[in-house]
């Protein structure tokens, strides 16, 4: 197999697919020969393994079955665990008769007894089971389902949840009413959007995918996969290469657009996060009075250089050995900054715009996020929630929208810049409709700095040649990475000295 096909077979194992994806996909199974109730079994195999793993031989284990696919796997689930000598109790909220197709034959290969919510003196078992609804849920639990899901939080026992605990959407990870907070969750064939966003991703707890059988290469090809988990897989292709005779320029040069002395240190932390990434150069283009301060502070990799106004800014541009701009850690919101920016727009190498540069842009009078579109390089815009709002909050297709995945996506498709929405479940789109979310990251990181390390990460890729969507991708799971690493009480200025042993890693891989 050559390099190419094995990195989009690696890249086909962190598809994400929504709902209807899956759906689409059980439907290609089942078109190729292998019949419903056939997946239904090997999914309750599945999760009955998880319980026993967590029952242990002689445990008892209480599923709560929906009257859907989503209880069918939960019915076979016990039928295995009762076959392996575990007790097994079968509550079954609602009626027995709404079963029907798949679910309705697992019901009757059960064969035994089952509870209705309201006789459900007790809560005992070592294990409960949640199998009343899966990813599918497109309205709040209510009624007996409901009290159901009461009844599992409150057990006091691990709860292993099926798909996804009920209550959660499968597409956007919201919640609306009351949801399942899980131990684990067991799904099938691929993640869904869901599993990964928050707050779901917070109530899943840890996930297992288990393979039914779908096969993949067909089923992912019928249901045109655009998102993904991100991974060194998704983007490990397309990192920077760098031969043997190269020089600084040629590793890239980045240009950091910097404020007064009133925030120095932001910039400079994405200078040296640039560098720390790989980048041959970083140049600080602060205000006149600004610059004695900079050059006090070190470090001497640091270069930097005054600059007054957009004419200034244009002159320094005009070397084309610069190679990204990064405009917006305390960059000011000034006549200047306003001046700076629309000269970063009006320039045809690839930007990141960042802190002040999104407010700035969200405030232009002529088109904000839409004069992006003219740009003839690649535009990355890092916003955190509050920042993204000033930006497309007064666009009503992408305010309505549940999905952070795919507000992320409209956004970009509306700016045609690489959005890297910030925040623990980090969504990066690309104005073609690819989507990645991203696992890595740690509570440590929510510290002040830490996303001016993240923008200068971008721009250091970008720099180097990375195309944006993977540049986006690849810097924030590296930076999610090193928080994790460096753990509570690291500060921003740790984090560039945390990246050059993930680089080994990588090179190494």
Known sequence: MDNRRADMKDRAELALLTTQQMAAADRVAIAAGTPGIALMERAGRAVAEAALRRAGAGGSVTLFCGPGNNGGDGLVAARLLRERGLRVRVVLPGAADRFVGDAAIALE????????????????????????????????????????????????????????????SGDTGQVEGIAVKASETITFFRLKPGHLLQPG???????????????????????????????????????????????????????????????????????????????????????????????????????????????????????????????????????????LLRAVIA?????????????????????????LGGRGGDTVLTPHEGEFQRLFGEEPAIAAEPSKLERARKAAALSGAVIVYKGADTVVAAPDGRGAINVTGSVALATAGSGDVLAGLVAGLLAQGMPAFEAGCAAVWLHGLAGEKLGMGLIADDLPEAIPPLLQDIAAA
């Open 201 to 339: 991703r917070s109530l899943c707890g840890p996930v297992t995918v288990a393979d039914i059988g779908i096969p993949a290469q067909p089923a992912l090809e019928a249901v045109g996969v655009m998102a993904f988990r991100n991974d060194p897989l998704l983007w490990r292709h397309a990192w920077p290469e760098h031969q043997a005779d190269t020089h600084k320029f040629r590793r890239g040069a980045v240009a950091v657009l910097a404020g007064g002395v009133a925030g120095v240190g932001a910039p400079r932390l994405s200078a040296r996060a640039a560098l720390r990434v790989g980048a041959g150069l970083a140049t600080l283009l602060c205000e006149p009075e600004a610059l004695p301060v900079h050059a006090a502070r070190g470090p001497d990799a640091l270069m930097q250089r005054a600059v007054a106004d957009r004419g200034a800014l244009e002159a320094f541009l005009r070397d084309r050995r610069v190679s990204a701009v990064l405009a917006g850690p305390a960059l000011g919101l000034d006549r200047r900054a306003d001046d």
């Open 109 to 168: 290969r059960w064969a035994g007894p089952v509870e209705p919510l309201n006789a459900l003196a007790d809560r005992q078992g070592d294990v409960f089971v949640d199998a009343l609804f899966g990813a599918g849920l497109t309205r709040p639990l209510a009624g007996a389902f409901a009290e159901a899901v009461a009844c599992l939080n409150g057990a006091g026992r691990p709860v292993i949840a099926v798909d996804m605990p009920s209550g959660i």
């Open 347 to 371: 320039d045809d190498r690839p930007a990141v715009l960042d802190a002040d540069a999104l407010t700035a842009l969200a405030g232009l009078p002529d088109g904000g996020v839409r004069l």
